[in-house]
Structures are given as structure tokens and as C-alpha cells.
């Protein structure tokens, strides 16, 4: 079935770049996608990726696809400690509308 | 003027108890979801709408019974409430049923004791 897996935590030094990384074993998937959850708040959309691309760039953030290997990445740079966060990856399950798998998060530090 | 808003933030309720959480999305989107994340932060689909109509069902408990009155609402009612029910509930909208796009709310953290 779909799953996606994150590593749990990742800790960066303030004005190094983040790369949070993520698996995924759907094929089908046609879009994958970033979500950020502040401590106490909700879910915001970073960015996504359709399945036919394979870089996105958005202002500090860079999403790398490798469809082969269902490998996505997302590369935060000059990180901030605004950045810290939980980065949760998801993919779109395959003929099933608005159902996203998420991984379990990646929990981003940032130290001064 | 939020997208997605839901009421309460925050709800602490005794076993047993039935309460509902309300959404509701100022984006004139045509569908909406109610999503679970647990203690471990594992987010999970319960439902979907599209347009009123109920397209997805996750396996859920009967206790829980989604209800939306019109497109731009979508709450859920919990019945018996379970120790194991505590966890933030989260509402989102996308503009259609594919769910190109998909975007939440602040979270209803609930528990239970």
C-alpha cells in the first residue's frame, strides 16, 4: 500500500541549509507535497510538486523530485530559527481525491 | 479573515460525553476534509465532502458523524467520547474533489479524561 517515511529530527546551524528528506512507495502519485506545523498551530501548505517535474524552486525553498528512485527532498536555504518546525511530507493517494499519506514529520531545530 | 476556521481550539471533555467540532472555509472551495493527528503526530483522513456529499469514508468509528449543512461547512460530532479519541482534529478545504491543493486549519486539540 502508500506509505511515506521522514527521518524524525534534523538540526541545522542558523544560516546553514536544511535538507529534509522523504521516501515514498506510491509510483502513481501525481502530486507530493510540504506542509510546516508550527508547535500549537496547524497545517501550512509550503509548497508542492507534480510528478512530471523535477525541481521547484520557491524563494528559500527548493523541492528535488526523483520519481525513479521515489525519493523527494526539500532544501531550505540561509536557514532561520522561524524556520524550526515539524516538515511533514505527503503524496496524493492514486485515484482517491484530496487523500493525502503524510510521513510522521521531520522535526527541524534551528540553533543560533 | 481566515480560510479555514474551527471552533473550539482547544476542548477538554470527560469519557463518555458527545461534542462537536465546526468548520467552516471563506474560500468558495467545493470540498472539505476532517484529518486526525495523534499523540505521535501521525496525520490520518477521516472524511471527505464534496459539494455535501459524503467521497470519502476512512474506516472510523460509527461514533464519529461528519455533517455538512452546505458547502462552506463541514463539522464533525463525536458520540461516547474515548480516552483514545484525544488528539488535534484538523479541518481543510480544497477547491475541487481532486485535492490538487489542500489547505488546513489551525487545529481543534482535543482531549479526553
Known amino acids: 500500500g502508500e506509505d511515506v517515511e521522514q527521518s524524525l529530527f534534523l538540526s541545522v546551524r542558523e544560516g546553514d541549509s536544511s535538507v529534509i528528506n522523504c521516501t515514498y512507495t506510491d509510483s502513481s502519485s501525481t502530486y507530493l507535497y510540504w506542509y510546516k506545523q508550527e508547535p500549537g498551530a496547524g497545517l501550512q501548505l509550503l509548497t508542492y510538486i507534480f510528478s512530471n517535474m523535477d525541481m521547484k524552486q520557491d524563494q528559500r525553498l527548493t523541492v528535488l523530485l526523483n520519481k525513479k528512485d521515489k525519493h523527494l527532498s526539500l532544501r531550505i536555504a540561509d536557514t532561520q530559527t522561524g524556520d524550526s518546525a515539524i516538515y511533514f511530507c505527503a503524496e496524493r493517494a492514486h485515484n482517491q481525491g484530496g487523500k493525502l499519506i503524510f510521513g510522521q514529520g521531520t522535526e527541524l531545530s534551528v540553533k543560533p | 479573515d481566515t480560510a479555514v476556521s474551527q471552533t473550539p481550539k482547544y476542548l477538554v471533555t470527560q469519557m463518555g460525553n458527545d461534542k462537536s467540532i465546526k468548520c467552516e472555509q471563506n474560500?468558495?472551495?467545493?470540498?472539505m476534509y476532517w484529518y486526525k493527528q495523534d499523540s505521535k503526530k501521525f496525520l490520518k483522513i477521516m472524511f471527505s465532502?464534496?459539494?455535501?456529499?459524503?467521497?470519502i469514508n476512512e474506516t472510523v468509528p460509527n461514533r464519529f458523524s461528519p455533517k455538512s449543512p452546505d458547502k462552506a461547512h463541514l463539522n464533525l460530532h463525536i458520540n461516547s467520547l474515548e480516552l483514545g479519541d484525544s488528539a488535534v482534529y484538523f479541518c481543510?478545504?480544497?477547491?475541487?474533489?481532486?485535492?490538487?491543493?489542500?489547505?488546513f486549519g489551525e487545529g481543534s486539540w482535543l482531549t479526553v479524561v
Open positions: 474560500l468558495g472551495h467545493d470540498t
Open positions: 465532502y464534496n459539494n455535501k456529499e459524503l467521497i
Open positions: 481543510a478545504s480544497s477547491p475541487d474533489r481532486n485535492g490538487n491543493t489542500i489547505y
